[in-house]
């Protein structure tokens, strides 16, 4: 006869337990019930009727724990009660009980223990999981003020940059023109051996810089027209960024060598790092002067003061290194400096324009042409 009633459901590993008939001297609900506190039976119901999910599993856990120590049945007694095992007489004439209760004792020690592990090994998932997003929100938490940035830079090789340094490659890499190397990456690093580097990614110019083909290892006479070709590319390209870029960027270092060219000879303005921006309503800005010897306005090196027109400057001899085939800047046999711009408004002054024109050249335009250019490039870099 099952005793109705009695049972434990959960979603914790008990299905149901019923006492049944024949379990110790017990033949009823009532029985069982009048060894045990109502105290103690009303915490079983009221901790393990119920859904058991998080820390109800313990609860429960906690409270069979408690009935198993007063029903004074002791561990093997109360298991068979409640999970109807058949409990054979033991035969102890011939030892055969004492090995058979000995075994049951076993079976049962191990059913608890897996029921513990059961019950306990979710929660303690749970635990885990909880903590570790808990230490996740903190850390973030932490990222967003400046003490936490402090303290992943003492455990990282972690460059900080200011708005005014960080902006620039935001801004540099959305520009786009034919005329301007397009901006794939970059990155800043700081490493034992090498000091802090600084790297960026670019699309690949097969055809090298102008420097390359004016005075480096792919040096050739290049045509008049192509001349032409690179110089007005250059030109788009920087009026791109002082009239067309928002805000306005200054290049600050226009040069032959940061002037690349594609298989068609397609000018292409590359090496941002130095660039700035020239804000609305700025006449000019004050800043360290940077660039490269013989490319860099008089006005900018005297006074630090930048301007979109410093780039007009170095774009202006950067023509004049095309229309004469001379470097910029040069120091003669006797420690001497030659600065081409000087050369050259030496020359016009005295009315001699087209002596500056790279003998040789293919393709020559007319007279009158390459006068204006001469000019033109002189108009640039006129201090």
């Known amino acids: 006869m099952v005793i109705p009633n009695f049972n434990i459901r959960s979603s914790c590993g008990f299905e149901t337990a019923w006492i049944s008939q024949g379990c110790m001297d017990l033949t ?30 313990a609860s429960c856990t906690s409270s069979l724990a408690n009935l198993l120590a007063l029903s004074n049945f002791g561990a093997t007694d109360t298991a068979i009660c409640l999970f109807s095992l058949d409990s054979p007489v033991p035969d102890t004439s011939n030892g055969e009980g004492k090995k058979q209760g000995v075994n049951l ?21 749970y635990r885990k999981y909880r903590d570790s997003r808990k230490k996740r929100r903190d850390r973030i938490g932490n990222l967003e003020t400046h003490s936490g940035l402090d303290s992943i830079s003492e455990t990282i090789d972690f460059v900080r940059g200011s708005r005014a340094v960080l902006l620039p490659a935001k801004v ?8 301007l190397v397009a901006l794939r990456g970059y990155c800043t690093a700081t490493t034992p051996l090498e000091g802090h580097q600084r790297i960026i990614v670019c699309d690949l110019i097969k055809n090298g810089s102008l420097h390359d083909h004016l005075f480096g290892s792919t040096k050739g006479i290049l045509t008049c027209p192509v001349r032409q070709k690179i110089a007005l590319g250059t030109a788009r390209g920087l009026a791109y960024l002082h009239y067309g870029a928002q805000p306005a960027i200054i290049h600050r270092d226009i040069k032959a060598s940061n ?19 020239a804000l609305e309503g700025m006449t000019h800005l004050s800043t360290r002067v940077a660039g490269t010897m013989g490319y860099i306005a008089p006005e900018y090196a005297l006074y630090g003061q930048l301007t979109d027109r410093s780039d007009v400057y170095s774009f202006g001899v950067v023509l004049l290194e095309l229309l004469s085939g001379k470097k910029a800047f040069t120091m003669s046999d006797e420690n001497q400096p030659s600065v081409l711009a000087d050369w050259v408004w030496s020359l016009v002054k005295n009315e001699k324009a087209l002596d500056i024109i790279e003998g040789g050249m293919p393709e020559l335009g007319s007279p009158e042409v390459m006068e204006k250019y001469v000019l033109i490039a002189v108009l640039c870099s006129h201090p």
Do not use: Y
């Open 28 to 57: 009823t609900k009532a029985d069982f019930e009048a060894l045990i506190p109502n105290a103690t039976l009303t915490d079983v119901v009221s901790n393990c009727n119920q859904s058991l999910r998080g820390t109800a599993c």
């Open 105 to 125: 004792g076993v079976l049962i020690s191990v059913g608890v223990v897996g029921l513990a592990v059961f019950i306990g090994g979710p929660w303690f998932v």
């Open 172 to 179: 540099i890499a959305s520009i786009s023109h034919v005329n």
């Open 259 to 277: 002037i690349l060219l594609d298989d068609m000879f397609e000018a292409k303005v590359a090496d941002f790092g130095l660039a700035k921006f």
